[in-house]
């Protein structure tokens, strides 16, 4: 017999100041979701974002509780993670990175190693009133460099355009004592950017008529989700991680050899306006 009724289930979201936002800093430039961001803690590398939004999950108790684990699992995709660089001139070249090609996969467990597959460690979740009260919280971030080297051209090509779309399903479950996973109830999000960028005395400045960054609830439902490429996971929600994952393709794609992550090009894209460096 279960210890949980399924059909109870519940989530609470909060997630009003959760805003897609850009932040230029020093080196790098920042795609967040504005609530529990700080660039200079970004910059100094002291913190993680502070959390962008959160989830709670209850769950109404009907029997024994022993050797139950409760918590969310989280399932991310990339859908895309692109980052386009151009020169000063059109004979400077461009330089385009896609990182997304880098994923050795693009629909991964979104955990630590440390608390695997939960989303969240210590107290994440606790008898209230009868029920099982899960906690959740997230805030996605990108960060890319200002500008890299063209190695063909020898020179600095700087940021224009960056392509960051990736999707998320934060699934209310449980480990039971046969040690299988039950789940009973979800949400699917998603964070979205896509930005282009013009140079003024120096600095990245976001082209505003032609960008958009957001953060987008998509669905919730109950019981697990239905899509097909998420069931082996959530069926065995285990490694590689997905943070992990990206921030590998990222090294990969910025810092290594041309080819499919890297590719430069003698002529800057055509879509770069020539109002780009001023």
Not at 115 to 132: A, H, L, M, Y
Not at 168 to 176: E, I
Not at 240 to 263: C, H, L, T, Y
Request: aromatic residues 12%.
């Amino acid at each position: 017999m279960s210890a949980i009724n399924g059909a109870g289930a519940k989530i609470d979201l909060s997630y009003a100041e959760a805003k897609g936002d850009v932040a230029v800093g020093k080196r790098s430039v920042y795609f967040h979701l504005t609530k529990g961001f700080n660039l200079s803690l970004a910059e100094d590398k002291t913190a993680e974002p502070g959390f962008a939004f959160t989830g709670t999950g209850f769950l109404p108790i009907v029997g024994d509780l022993t050797n139950w684990n409760f918590g969310f699992v989280q399932i991310a995709k990339m859908n895309s993670g692109r980052a386009f660089y151009a020169g000063r001139k059109k004979s400077e070249g461009g330089v385009g990175v896609f990182f997304d090609n880098a994923m050795t996969s693009k629909v991964l467990l979104d955990s630590l190693d440390t608390r695997s597959p939960w989303t969240v460690g210590v107290d994440r979740w606790k008898v209230e009133s009868g029920q099982i009260k899960c906690v959740t919280a997230d805030h996605p971030a990108l960060k890319v460099p200002r500008e890299v080297r063209n190695a063909g051209r020898n020179v600095q090509n700087f940021l224009f355009h960056v392509l960051d779309d990736r999707e998320f399903w934060s699934v209310l479950g449980a480990r039971n004592p046969t040690d299988k996973m039950e789940y009973y109830a979800y949400f699917h999000w998603q964070v979205s950017h896509n930005v282009k960028f013009n140079w003024v005395n120096g600095e990245p400045v976001v082209d505003k008529n032609n960008s958009r960054s957001t953060y987008s609830m998509l669905e919730k439902g109950k019981g697990a989700p239905t899509s097909g490429e998420l069931k082996s996971l959530l069926d065995n929600p285990d490694q590689p991680q997905f943070n992990k994952a990206s921030e590998d393709a990222m090294i990969k794609a910025f810092w290594g050899a041309r080819g499919a992550n890297r590719v430069e090009v003698d002529e800057s894209y055509m879509n770069v306006p020539r109002t780009f460096w001023t």
